[in-house]
């Protein structure tokens, strides 16, 4: 078996994470799975032994802060003492397991680092909440490795990324405000004023603004972003009235519709007809836009 490709499961209870894991050990009877690195998402309901049988078979945890968002409906549910650890990121850690932060934006989360950043070290949910007790949060260095550094373990591209030193990728950032002496409520509303890829400067703002580059083309290259610049209700007459021919051309597509016509103009203007089904789908999004 190469090691290649990581194995991901989604999974959030820990049912589904336990029979997963039952499968993964009669596999590992019969072709080992030291040296490959798999891993669970979620976990927010794992229990002690699934994760010592994780840690047991050399596998990992990715864990998102969809409860800074949800953890209100989490507590209304099942209740606070419940939520105390969801996921028990601290005791992850206690155990040896190989564990990294993420978002998995925008299903369950926003793709906002920080905000996750202040969730694992404040406990607290974007509301204000405070849902986990001191003991399941981390430190704010420890917060940061699992963005960074830990996370390259998941994606097979350890001592090439994580870390700001020789001989790894310049991909780094200059946030706005210090990370680790700022206030705690300070940390989710933290931006970068400066982000390097690849050695390359693609953003700056505020002391670094003179050094900002034009943003690349948007990709595809048939979005109609490329081809209109602005909203359609710029581009309406002080009557009201819009001119069909005007907003087909803004619209950008890379070729005219073979399934349901080229009528978007038509669509935008007025209800959508579901009798029409070329005045429907240029509403609604049709094969010349998003297939």
Same mark, same amino acid.
Not at 4 to 22: F, V
Not at 161 to 187: H, N, S
Not at 193 to 209: K, N, P
Not at 265 to 274: E, I, K, L
């Given at each position: 078996?190469?090691?290649?490709?990581?194995?991901?499961?989604?999974?959030?209870?820990?049912?589904?994470?336990?029979?997963?894991?039952?499968?993964?050990?009669?596999?590992?009877?019969?072709?080992?799975?030291?040296?490959?690195?798999?891993?669970?998402?979620?976990?927010?309901?794992?229990?002690?032994?699934?994760?010592?049988?994780?840690?047991?078979?050399?596998?990992?945890?990715?864990?998102?802060?969809?409860?800074?968002?949800?953890?209100?409906?989490?507590?209304?549910?099942?209740?606070?003492?419940?939520?105390?650890?969801?996921?028990?990121?601290?005791?992850?850690?206690?155990?040896?397991?190989?564990?990294?932060?993420?978002?998995?934006?925008?299903?369950?989360?926003?793709?906002?680092?920080?905000?996750?950043?202040?969730?694992?070290?404040?406990?607290? %949910? $974007?509301?204000? *909440?405070? #849902?986990?007790?001191? !003991?399941?949060?981390?430190?704010?260095? &420890?917060?940061?490795? @699992?963005? /960074?550094?830990?996370?390259?373990?998941?994606?097979?591209?350890?001592?090439?990324?994580?870390?700001?030193?020789?001989?790894?990728?310049?991909?780094?950032?200059?946030?706005?405000?210090?990370?680790?002496?700022?206030?705690?409520?300070?940390?989710?509303? %933290? $931006?970068?004023? *400066?982000? #390097?890829?690849?050695? !390359?400067?693609?953003?700056?703002?505020? &002391?670094?603004?003179? @050094?900002? /580059?034009?943003?690349?083309?948007?990709?595809?290259?048939?979005?109609?972003?490329?081809?209109?610049?602005?909203?359609?209700?710029?581009?309406?007459?002080?009557?009201?009235?819009?001119?069909?021919?005007?907003?087909?051309?803004?619209?950008?597509?890379?070729? $005219?519709?073979?399934?349901?016509?080229?009528?978007?103009?038509?669509?935008?203007?007025?209800?959508?007809?579901?009798?029409?089904?070329?005045?429907?789908?240029?509403?609604?999004?049709?094969?010349?836009?998003?297939?």
């Amino acid at each position: 078996m190469q090691n290649r490709w990581p194995w991901r499961l989604h999974a959030t209870y820990d049912e589904t994470i336990s029979r997963a894991l039952d499968a993964y050990e009669r596999v590992n009877r019969d072709m080992p799975l030291a040296g490959l690195h798999w891993f669970f998402d979620h976990a927010e309901t794992i229990s002690e032994r699934s994760m010592d049988r994780i840690a047991a078979l050399g596998g990992g945890i990715a864990v998102q802060h969809r409860m800074a968002y949800q953890g209100e409906f989490f507590v209304e549910r099942y209740g606070a003492r419940a939520a105390e650890a969801t996921p028990p990121i601290a005791r992850m850690l206690e155990k040896g397991l190989k564990v990294a932060a993420g978002t998995d934006a925008t299903r369950v989360a926003s793709h906002n680092p920080w905000v996750s950043l202040s969730w694992l070290t404040t406990g607290r %949910t $974007v509301g204000g *909440l405070r #849902i986990y007790p001191q !003991r399941n949060c981390v430190d704010r260095e &420890t917060a940061l490795r @699992l963005w /960074t550094e830990n996370a390259t373990w998941f994606s097979n591209e350890e001592g090439k990324k994580g870390r700001i030193e020789a001989g790894q990728l310049a991909d780094l950032i200059v946030p706005d405000r210090d990370y680790f002496a700022c206030a705690e409520c300070e940390i989710a509303g %933290t $931006v970068s004023e *400066l982000t #390097i890829v690849g050695g !390359r400067i693609v953003y700056a703002a505020g &002391t670094f603004a003179k @050094l900002d /580059t034009p943003p690349p083309p948007a990709m595809p290259d048939w979005s109609p972003v490329r081809r209109f610049v602005g909203s359609v209700a710029s581009a309406a007459p002080h009557d009201g009235r819009m001119h069909r021919q005007q907003l087909d051309d803004a619209c950008g597509c890379a070729s $005219v519709c073979r399934v349901h016509g080229h009528d978007h103009g038509r669509a935008w203007t007025g209800n959508a007809p579901a009798g029409d089904l070329k005045g429907f789908w240029g509403a609604l999004g049709c094969s010349c836009f998003a297939f």
